[in-house]
Nanobody
Framework: QVQLVESGGGVVQAGGSLRLSCVAS????????VGWFRQALGKEREIVAAISWTGGRTYYRDSAKGRFTISRDTAKNTVYLQMNSLRPEDTAVYYC?????????????????WGQGTQVTVSS
């Protein structure tokens, strides 16, 4: 098993930046893929970005491409999401999640381990 804790959320003006962190404990993330998801008020949970822990393959939703970067630090068992040029529509609770599936996946039900979430609010 692995436990995940997100941090780094907050309130930022449009055009600003935030860096989210997801720290794993209990077990390393060596055998997991990690995804960042978000859920806005009244909306379904959606993929933001994902990364293969060992292979380094990445995925970004279209609206995140060119603005967000997912990365990992294996020594710290930590995955980051750097978010630049933030927009009000990025406002949501952001979750990190771990999957034991071999291939990179973007669907919430394929992730068995979830953090508690961190709120990101982008003001206009």
């Amino acid at each position: 098993q692995v436990q995940l804790v997100e941090s780094g959320g907050g309130v930022v003006q449009a055009g600003g930046s935030l860096r989210l962190s997801c720290v794993a404990s209990g077990r390393t993330l060596r055998s997991y893929g990690v995804g960042w998801f978000r859920q806005a008020l009244g909306k379904e949970r959606e993929i933001v970005a994902a990364i293969s822990w060992t292979g380094g393959r990445t995925y970004y939703r279209d609206s995140a491409k060119g603005r967000f970067t997912i990365s990992r630090d294996t020594a710290k068992n930590t995955v980051y999401l750097q978010m630049n040029s933030l927009r009000p529509e990025d406002t949501a609770v952001y979750y990190c999640a771990a999957s034991t599936e071999r291939s990179l996946t973007t669907r919430p039900h394929e992730y068995g381990y979830w953090g508690q979430g961190t709120q990101v609010t982008v003001s206009s």
